[in-house]
């Protein structure tokens, strides 16, 4: 799986925009990007996920470059709900069955 | 039914002891995933399985012996292990087949603590 790097850690404060980079610089045409999130004390949940074009659902858009090399994951109103680690992951849509997580994005909320 | 339900939520276990880690998914999935998290880093794929046939092993040590009994159900069980097993188990389901999806969805996790 191509390799995604994202910054350790940010802060934002609450009922204020949070952007959210990633870097998949050796990502493939057949590469989805995916973001899930890890709130304390749970399992992973799904954010959305995209492949070229930028995507919006309930939870979050995802802003993907022309060049697919970066995208970022928007979320338009943090609340303190929202404090967790946010993943960013590439995947083949077919056929492959592993996630590969990497480092990770701890978003801290401020109130 | 939409969640993942994983049992027992917290486990203490010497190393000689044997126990099991269960995981129940009611959504129809064919695809379940064990994962090993430590802590303060990502979780690590152990087990696949798909349409209860071990697909994906991540040369996983043999004193965890997954079984997946039936479409609902995924067992992992534990003999022999070491302090560093230590860390929370996730599982995780998703659907095959017609109508399937690239989702995951995870339960809560065992955290396991081997003395």
């Known amino acids: 799986d191509a390799k995604t790097t994202q910054p350790n850690s940010m802060e934002s404060n609450e009922e204020e925009p949070v952007h959210l980079p990633c870097n998949h610089s050796?990502?493939?045409?057949?590469?989805?990007i995916h973001w899930y999130r890890q709130l304390p004390s749970q399992g992973p949940e799904y954010v959305i996920h995209?492949?070229?074009s930028n995507v919006n659902n309930r939870m979050a858009s995802l802003a993907i470059a022309e060049d697919r090399k970066s995208s970022t994951l928007i979320l338009h109103r943090a609340t303190l709900r929202d404090a967790a680690v946010y993943y960013c992951?590439?995947?083949?849509?077919?056929?492959?069955?592993?996630?590969?997580f990497g480092q990770g994005t701890r978003l801290t909320i401020n109130p | 039914d939409t969640e993942v339900t994983q049992t027992p939520k917290h486990l203490v276990m010497g190393m000689t002891n044997k126990k099991s880690l269960k995981c129940e998914q009611h959504m129809g999935h064919r695809a379940m995933y064990w994962y090993k998290q430590k802590a303060k880093k990502p979780p690590e794929l152990m087990f696949v399985?798909?349409?209860?046939?071990?697909?994906i092993n991540e040369s996983v040590p043999s004193r965890f012996s997954p079984e997946c009994p039936n479409s609902s159900l995924l067992n992992l069980h534990l003999h022999a292990l070491q302090p560093e097993d230590s860390a929370l188990y996730l599982c995780a389901s998703r659907p095959l087949g017609l109508g399937g999806t690239d989702t995951q969805y995870f339960g809560p996790g065992t955290r396991l603590t081997v003395l």
């Open positions: 992951i590439l995947r083949l849509i077919q056929g492959a069955q592993k996630l590969v």
């Open positions: 399985y798909s349409y209860e046939k071990l697909s």
């Open positions: 995209g492949l070229t």
């Open positions: 050796t990502i493939s045409g057949t590469d989805y």
